[in-house]
């Protein structure tokens, strides 16, 4: 049976040691129209930040607002010095243009690692901001080979060496997908990406000592995707007619053959919101 490999209580860990630091910063948050997702997402963001003891600013505008209008809110935050991190939650209503909006964000202060510049940096190997979701998701891969030989729970843990092992990502995205198969090869993984048009998933699945789906598809990866003992990291967030949230494995069935998993929920989300603030405090230095 896998470990569960718990994002949560790493993400709890994490901000204790934020905490510590005892340092005062600003998270500016922007958020446009009345997404649901998106209001608890960014809830739980301003939570955390609270958590730490760091100033939140936040900007709500209406989801007829216009281009000009999301503009000057980012522009208002770029000029503020109390603020360290800016966050323009996504997806923004149909007819903004969001990589023109992002391409406004401050690169030093792009807390979300989403502006082009530091994008760029990224493919380069360089990159000092990182994004959240595959960063979240290397801490947690890096947690399980850990907790596999042996090692207590904690949140600094030792960055493994993944040369020779195979990974596989599910899913292609800018926000996931590319960002964290990057990652993943700059650690000396050798990297598949998989994505809609892939023939025979279940194969190419099966291949992975580490596979991270981040998909959008509910339980789409099976027990029998899985080669024995690898580690499964879950990004998907699925939510079905009843309001439960699913990830994109299916987590009963792969728990039984895997040697890690990460649950959802519980699991990257937390560590998503964990590397925002990680991504705010590298902004103020
Ligand atoms: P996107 O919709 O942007 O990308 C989905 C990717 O999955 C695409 O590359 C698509 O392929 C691929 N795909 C779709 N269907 C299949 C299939 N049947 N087989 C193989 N590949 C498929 O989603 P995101 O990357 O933004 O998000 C993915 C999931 O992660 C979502 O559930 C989202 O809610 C969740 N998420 C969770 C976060 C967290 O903090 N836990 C943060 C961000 C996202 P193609 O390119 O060919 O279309």
Not at 123 to 135: F, Q, Y
Request: with cysteine; proline share 5%; hydrophobic share 40%.
């Amino acid at each position: 049976m896998a470990v569960i490999v718990s994002g949560k209580e790493l993400a709890a860990l994490g901000e204790t040691s934020l905490k510590n630091k005892k340092v005062s910063l600003g998270l500016g948050v922007i958020l446009v129209g009345d997404n649901p997702a998106s209001k608890v997402y960014v809830a739980n963001k301003e939570k955390a930040a609270k958590r730490v003891g760091w100033n939140t600013f936040d900007q709500k505008l209406p989801a007829n607002s216009t281009f000009e209008q999301v503009a000057s809110a980012i522009e208002k935050f770029n000029s503020n010095k109390d603020i360290h991190g800016i966050l323009l939650q996504l997806p923004l209503p149909k007819g903004l243009q969001s990589e023109k909006l992002i391409e406004l964000i401050d690169p030093n202060k792009d807390a979300d690692c989403l502006h082009p510049i530091n994008q760029g940096y990224l493919l380069r190997g360089n990159t000092k901001l990182k994004p959240c979701t595959p960063a979240g998701s290397l801490h947690l891969i890096d947690l399980s080979f850990h907790l596999l030989a042996g090692g207590e729970f904690k949140y600094e843990v030792p960055k493994k060496d993944l040369t020779g092992l195979n990974a596989v990502v599910v899913g292609r995205s800018i926000l996931v997908g590319k960002p964290m198969a990057l990652m993943l090869q700059e650690r000396n993984a050798t990297v598949t990406m998989a994505h809609s048009k892939t023939k025979d998933l279940r194969s190419v699945c099966r291949t992975a000592d580490i596979l991270v789906a981040a998909v959008g598809v509910k339980e789409l990866i099976k027990s029998d995707f899985i080669k024995p003992g690898a580690i499964v990291i879950d990004v998907g967030i699925n939510r079905d007619e009843n309001g439960v949230l699913h990830g994109d494995v299916d987590f009963n069935g792969v728990k039984k053959i895997a040697g890690a998993i990460t649950p959802v929920p519980g699991g990257v989300g937390p560590m998503t919101i964990q590397y925002l603030l990680e991504n705010t405090l590298l902004c103020s230095g």
